[in-house]
């Protein structure tokens, strides 16, 4: 693996559009193909033309506020926000999910991704389930969300929502599936999402600062929550793998050498 920066101009022309606002992604190199590390807390895979994402949890705040816990809706409508950016700026062919599209069960905010899902019908949306996609599969044939339960491969990339379930043979994931997922396993890189990845910044005089990051070891890869109403868990990376913090709309690698 390789990590180098390049001009984005010829591949993104109006990239200076989200200047003022983001600063340019970093682009990271997995088996000859470029993955492109976005501060908006995203993939884009330029070889298949694949915005990759993880833990959007749409309806969130929603069903917090349903139990009488006040959130601003705000908060959803910037994620809706960013992602449509993001998609229009990049004009994907795809964007895969690895995982937690939605939070919970049906409620408003649920429905306003649907009339946002007409805004972009040309693009194909494939999601491979996490542990909060509970709503019933008609949700996402409405939505026309393409559903895997536990992996999606393309080449020699393999997308599941946590690695540990693999890892570990836990309970939710299907006998089936398992199997399917263990043939690829050392043949495939992973992309996963779940656990929320965190790095901790130390500022001086005792004090630290958590950021969400972007986390690559050679086997795996785990995206940032592209929710930023999410925790953070505090990664502690071994020498070798790869870290790349999003601080202040810019992405910084971080991983020791």
């Known amino acids: 693996m390789h990590l180098s920066q390049k001009s984005m101009v010829s591949l993104l022309p109006d990239l200076t559009l989200y200047l003022p606002l983001m600063a340019a992604p970093l682009h990271y190199i997995i088996n000859n193909n470029t993955f492109w590390l976005l501060p908006q807390r995203a993939l884009y895979w330029e070889e298949q033309k694949t915005m990759i994402v993880s833990d959007l949890h749409l309806g969130k705040t929603g069903h917090f506020r349903k139990e009488g816990i006040a959130v601003p809706q705000g908060v959803y409508k910037d994620d809706l926000h960013r992602l449509f950016h993001i998609i229009q700026q990049f004009k994907p062919a795809q964007l895969i999910i690895a995982g937690d599209m939605f939070h919970s069960k049906m409620n408003k905010e649920v429905d306003l991704f649907a009339r946002w899902r007409k805004d972009v019908s040309q693009l194909h949306i494939h999601l491979v389930k996490g542990n909060h996609d509970i709503l019933e599969d008609g949700h996402y044939a409405h939505a026309d969300i393409q559903i895997k339960d536990s992996s999606m491969q393309i080449g020699g990339f393999c997308f599941v929502h946590n690695m540990e379930d693999l890892n570990n043979g836990k309970p939710n994931i299907d006998s089936e599936a398992s199997n399917s997922v263990n043939k690829v396993k050392g043949k495939h890189y992973f992309f996963s999402g779940h656990i929320h990845p965190g790095i901790v910044l130390k500022t ?34 071994k020498k070798n793998e790869a870290v790349f913090a999003i601080v202040n709309n810019a992405v910084i690698r971080m991983d020791k050498n």
Not at 213 to 235: D, E, K, R
Request: aromatic share 24%; hydrophobic share 35%; glycine share 6%.
């Open 204 to 237: 001086g005089s005792r004090q630290s600062l958590r950021f969400p990051c972007y986390y690559f070891s050679s086997s795996y890869a785990v995206l940032p929550a592209f929710s930023a109403f999410t925790g953070l868990y505090t990664i502690n990376p």
